[in-house]
């Protein structure tokens, strides 16, 4: 089961890595969306994998390990907020420029600067 | 504390001039004057008891942990040192009123004059390396805006670049040497490291402690090969000029040597170092300086000369070379800033610093002319002027100083140079005011108003009771300092006129009739001069600094090219790289923890994950089904958290997915549809390659952790979630308990990122994002049937039901999963489906609630919680609970953590339906058709339905 996991974590972070690498705004958007599922999976199983004992106090012998699960909780709906935030930096650079792509215009870099000579 | 109060003067009096600007020049420079005649008055005030003997000090911790201290002291030397810094600087404050036209900022030099000032004042008076070193840069700094005051000068900006590279990175060399003394002496503060110097100088470290902070000094000191910045520093204002290099700022360097001579000159090093650097220094120095024709220029030069002089002696390690050091450090200062302002007075006056075009100039200004040739004779080393003197006990210890066995090379170099002094003395006079009245001088001279004489006058007269009477005027102060400098009793000495027949003497006349011999040759000399291809300084500092340029330059174009995906790829590697080898650096054992084993669902799980992962490569293109196969990603995610004991993340997982698929849709209706293919076969490739190793990495790591036992700190939270926290649901009493502060700070950093889109977008109907938008509506094919009326009429009526869902989940959250963080998101779901079925207009005219309001009471509520708990005298959101009973239910528990929980839950609605909501409001724009009103439309208050058509006209006409 852990293998099965761990490939599964490795398969989100490859996929979201590809298309973060990507050239314009959408895809980079969808794949930060990807790794943010990998790695909320990937802390919470630092709290190792643990079958049929949520942390509810039942009374009984062992429980999984909480401290992950209240600290993904809140990744997760962080994660909600960044993606929320950088999808409208792409909508609104979209908008402004009519163009979506990720990269910088080579115009927008400034002029050389006096140099000592 | 007087010490730092006079220190801080200048600072805070920095502002005084900036204020009096208004009032006119005499009152700006008269107050300007106060401030420093304070400073001089306060660190004066502590002249009697260190003349007595005493040591002033003054401290109080800073940065302890790192062992700075706010720590100032004033013995002989720093007293002597502030003496020259702020009464020369009332001098030049007095010339500078004068000598600036009418067109330049009096009261902007007088800002920056101060703060160098105070600078200069702080680093002779602090007792802690560290803060001296906060002074140093300081001093960098202010004076890089001094020399560059005339900014609209191109050698003005360029030589104050000049001088902040070179003194800047000095600089950087200082803080390493310093920090390393500092490490070795066991101290910080400079009387602790002074009582030390046996142990520093055993140190394995201490020689490149020396070399470093030996380079700071010859960088600031102008000491070769560091020569260069001084003279283009000229560039700036006289009267900076004159307080720069006469008696401040390249005078640090020397300070910084003399204050430190007890811990470094005795060792072999010291000596090796630092005289021949003097030495060559004072003889380079002075041979450029014979020839240069602009006088600042040749007056520059001969400071870097007479610097490497003071260096030199310094670096004899006697403490009668100390003696002559301090003794030429005081005349140098009086008869440099001297000639500095009467060469400002030549050119404000005639309109030229060219030697070649002045001369005769003694008819003209008689007054500044014999000022001129008192201070010129004192750097010549004419008996009676004091110049003379210092260099005669120079010439005296250089006689009797051998270097590698060699007893004749110093006393020959140093005459030599002496001899030159005096040429370039001689031809400084003469050539510009003896000789026939020329009648081509750009401007008609003569002797300028009092306040520019004043100055010059009152160190003219120095130089002479000094130079005659040298033991009642100067032996006090001469006394204490090099008392303070070697810091045990000085050996017997006399400063007197007349020493006998001594070799020293013998050298002065040999210099003084060399000079003159030298002067009247000087066109012979030119030429000899001519035969030296010399090298110039400066065009290796620019080739060097454009070299750098031209490197940053091409290093900054190869991995900084406005391409996202290449700054993210570059990241990517390096972490790759860099988890490469610290995996391969250290041995590996597999993890001994039991594995579960594996099921059949959990294998088609991974097998679909896999699918739609491998998808997205092939069609991420297109950017519709990227976004079902990445939601498709997020249920499985769900499904995970699900199977491995955590419900609560399954219930929040799958919330967010819905908000997130939403929101992705929303925004695809904004930009392009798909895109297109840009990158090569190559570049896919290469961009496979990193993923697969990010992955490989990510999947490798989780494996190693998963396969292994650990400790874990949640015991306790399982052992107090009950007792403690009044709830079963241990993962929600750790948000709203144990550690609410964090979860306050998330719905605060939440609350933020929602009003930053709300900002980002609420401008964005106008200009170039309206036209955008108006593209977009008439290119877009649209659904006949926006708005289906199954779908109107189901959200509708699942509208109440979800709202009940939403607080049965909220209620029950402490104590089963749930909570404020998934009824937040269930509510926002239920009510985005109204806008996604009714249509923007129709759903923004009926929601009553503000967002804005939402989050701001979500985040005032969870507050008061915690602050209701300090009034009880708990620590902040300390909670607490009770049992209630209440008929039907029965008894169920409230606990004071459900308060902070609603504060969460009004947030996260507020959060996710201002951001929907706002990209939704954009999208509206874009609509075609308004919505049709349908039969289950309720009336609004105002008794009618007001239809979306109407709604949208209005706003149309409002834009």
């Known amino acids: ?117 | 504390m007087l010490l730092a109060l006079a220190t801080l003067t200048p600072f805070l009096g920095a502002v005084v001039p900036l204020l009096t600007d208004r009032l006119g020049r005499d009152i700006c420079a008269l107050a300007t004057g106060a401030v420093t005649l304070t400073a001089l008055i306060l660190v004066m005030s502590h002249a009697p008891a260190v003349y007595s003997g005493e040591v002033v000090t003054w401290s109080v911790p800073w940065v302890p942990a790192i062992g700075l201290s706010f720590s100032f002291f004033a013995d002989g030397l720093g007293l002597f040192f502030a003496g020259l810094i702020l009464g020369i600087g009332l001098l030049i404050i007095l010339y500078a009123r004068y000598y600036l036209s009418s067109k330049d900022s009096l009261s902007l030099l007088y800002f920056y004059l101060l703060l160098f000032q105070g600078a200069m004042v702080g680093i002779v008076l602090s007792d802690n390396i560290l803060l001296l070193i906060v002074f140093w840069e300081l001093t960098s700094l202010s004076s890089f805006l001094l020399i560059g005051y005339w900014r609209h000068l191109p050698e003005s900006r360029q030589g104050a670049r000049m001088a902040l590279v070179v003194t800047g990175g000095g600089g950087l060399a200082l803080i390493a040497g310093m920090l390393i003394l500092g490490h070795i002496a066991g101290s910080y503060e400079i009387t602790e490291i002074l009582q030390r110097g046996e142990a520093v100088r055993s140190s394995p470290l201490f020689l490149p402690a020396l070399c470093l902070i030996l380079l700071g000094a010859f960088t600031k000191s102008a000491q070769f090969p560091f020569h260069f910045w001084l003279p283009h520093a000229m560039a700036a204002p006289t009267p900076v000029s004159a307080y720069l290099h006469s008696a401040t700022m390249v005078k640090a360097g020397l300070f910084l040597m003399a204050r430190l001579w007890p811990v470094f000159s005795p060792s072999e090093a010291w000596f090796l170092i630092v005289a021949p650097v003097g030495l060559i220094t004072m003889l380079i120095a002075a041979w450029i300086a014979l020839f240069r024709n602009d006088l600042k220029a040749l007056l520059a030069y001969s400071t870097v000369s007479h610097l490497g002089l003071t260096t030199m002696l310094l670096g004899f390690a006697t403490p009668m070379a100390v003696i002559a050091a301090v003794f030429h450090i005081l005349n140098h200062a009086t008869f440099k800033a001297a000639l500095f302002m009467s060469a400002g007075i030549v050119d404000h006056e005639t309109g030229t610093r060219d030697i070649r075009r002045l001369g005769g100039l003694m008819m003209l200004m008689p007054i500044t002319a014999t000022l001129t040739f008192i201070a010129a004779a004192s750097m010549a080393g004419v008996p009676f002027f004091n110049g003379f003197l210092s260099k005669e006990m120079m010439l005296e210890e250089a006689s009797h100083t051998a270097i590698g066995g060699h007893p004749w090379v110093i006393p020959f170099l140093v005459t030599l140079a002496a001899l030159i002094s005096a040429a370039y003395s001689y031809r400084l006079a003469i050539s510009t005011f003896l000789g026939p009245v020329r009648d081509d001088y750009p401007k008609k001279p003569h002797d300028p108003p009092i306040g520019m004489r004043l100055p010059v006058a009152i160190l003219a007269v120095l130089v002479i009771a000094i130079g005659i009477f040298p033991a009642q005027t100067a032996g006090a102060i001469v006394e204490r300092t090099a008392l303070a400098v070697v810091g045990e009793p000085l050996p017997k000495y006399y400063l007197a006129l007349w020493h006998g027949f001594t070799p020293a003497l013998l050298m002065s006349v040999i210099a003084l009739v060399g000079g003159a011999l030298l002067f009247w040759c000087y066109n012979a000399a030119n030429q000899l001069r001519l035969v030296f291809a010399s090298m110039d300084a400066k065009s290796v500092f620019d080739a060097t600094i454009s070299g750098l340029v031209r490197g940053a330059r091409s290093a900054i174009e190869a991995t900084h090219n406005g391409s996202f995906s290449r700054y993210a790829g570059i990241i990517l590697v390096t972490i790759v790289i860099v988890g490469a080898a610290a995996f391969f650096d250290a041995p590996y054992g597999a993890g001994t923890r039991q594995v579960i084993p594996g099921t059949f669902p959990a294998t088609a799980a991974w097998v679909v994950l896999g699918a739609l992962c491998i998808s997205l490569l092939f069609w991420h293109q297109n950017r519709l089904l990227s976004l079902i196969f990445t939601s498709g990603v997020g249920l499985i995610a769900a499904l995970f958290f699900l199977q491995f004991s955590a419900p609560d993340l399954s219930l929040t997982q799958i919330s967010v997915d819905i908000v997130t698929t939403i929101l992705l849709l929303l925004a695809l209706n904004l930009v392009p549809q798909t895109s297109p293919q840009e990158t090569s076969t190559g570049g896919r490739f290469a961009r496979g390659f990193v993923a697969s190793a990010v992955g490989f990495g990510v999947a490798a790591l989780a494996y190693a952790v998963m396969t292994r036992d650990f400790q874990s700190i949640s015991d306790y939270h399982l052992a107090e979630s009950k007792p403690g926290g009044g709830g079963t649901n241990v993962v929600n009493v750790i948000l709203v308990d144990f550690r609410g502060f964090d979860t306050y700070g998330e719905i605060i950093v939440l609350g933020i990122a929602a009003i930053t889109i709300f900002a980002l977008l609420d401008n964005a109907l106008r200009g170039a994002a309206a036209r955008t938008l108006a593209n977009i509506r008439s290119d877009r094919v649209q659904s006949v049937n926006a708005h289906p009326l199954i779908l109107v009429v189901a959200t509708r009526v699942l509208f109440p039901l979800a709202l009940v869902v939403a607080a049965f989940v909220f209620l029950r959250g402490h104590n089963e999963p749930g909570g404020g963080f998934v009824s937040g998101l269930v509510v926002a779901i239920a009510l985005i489906m109204q806008y996604i079925a009714s249509g923007y207009n129709w759903a923004a005219e009926r929601m009553r609630l503000d967002s804005h309001v939402l989050i701001g009471a979500g985040v005032l509520i969870a507050g008061l919680t915690g602050v209701v708990s300090l009034m009880f005298g708990w620590p902040f959101l300390t909670s607490t609970y009770t049992y209630v009973e209440l008929p039907l239910v029965g008894e169920f528990e409230v606990a004071s953590a459900m308060a902070f929980d609603l504060g969460v839950f009004l947030a996260v609605v507020g959060v996710v339906m201002l951001s929907l909501a706002q990209i939704s409001r954009v999208e509206a724009r874009a609509e075609p058709e308004a919505v049709p009103e349908g039969p289950m439309d309720v009336p609004l208050e105002d008794g009618q339905v007001v239809s979306s058509r109407s709604s949208r006209s209005s706003e149309g006409k409002e834009s």
């Open chain 1, 1 to 117: 089961m852990e293998l099965i996991v761990a490939s599964a974590i490795g398969l989100m972070t490859a996929a979201g890595v590809y298309l973060i690498l990507q050239q314009r705004t959408f895809p980079i958007v969808v794949g930060l969306t990807l790794l943010s599922y990998a790695i909320n999976i990937f802390l919470f199983t630092s709290g190792r994998l643990v079958i049929n004992e949520p942390p509810i106090i039942t009374g009984a012998n062992s429980y999984a390990d909480p401290l992950p699960q209240a600290l993904v909780l809140t990744a997760i709906v962080i994660s909600f907020g960044m993606t929320a935030l950088i999808v409208v930096l792409a909508i609104r650079g979209f908008l402004e420029t009519a163009t979506d792509r990720a990269d910088l215009p080579e115009d927008d870099f400034p002029d050389e600067t006096e140099t000592g000579s």
